[in-house]
């Protein structure tokens, strides 16, 4: 059974940080794509950032320079470091692993006041 297990998202003022965590199990995980991905009210869901089995990086374009995404294939779990958050910022965050199949997480929200 896959599973993955988002944590670390809450309520933060704008300017503060937050760092996300997703524990995966059930698949090799090492050779997974990973990505972090957010849905705000009323939006389609976007790609945040991904890393490569390779941990090679991408970021969309509103993020770049604020947000860092990271990996540790000895403990299963990938990481989202977020500084500079920003009200736009809000969201529902999830963790998803591609390889041949896709899988998510259930999701963490992330709150960001004004």
């Known amino acids: 059974q896959v599973q993955l297990v988002e944590t670390g998202g809450g309520l933060v003022q704008a300017g503060g940080s937050l760092r996300l965590s997703c524990v995966v199990s059930?698949?090799?995980?090492?050779?997974?794509?990973m990505g972090w991905y957010r849905q705000a009210p009323g939006k389609q869901r976007e790609l945040v950032a991904a890393i490569t089995s390779g941990s090679r990086t991408n970021y969309a374009d509103s993020v770049k320079g604020r947000f860092t995404i990271s990996r540790d294939n000895a403990k299963n779990t990938v990481y989202l470091q977020m500084n500079s958050l920003k009200p736009e910022d809000t969201a529902v965050y999830y963790c998803?692993?591609?390889?041949?199949?896709?899988?998510w997480g259930q999701g963490t929200q992330v709150t960001v006041s004004s």
């Open positions: 059930g698949i090799i995980f090492r050779l997974n794509t």
């Open positions: 998803n692993a591609q390889l041949y199949d896709s899988y």
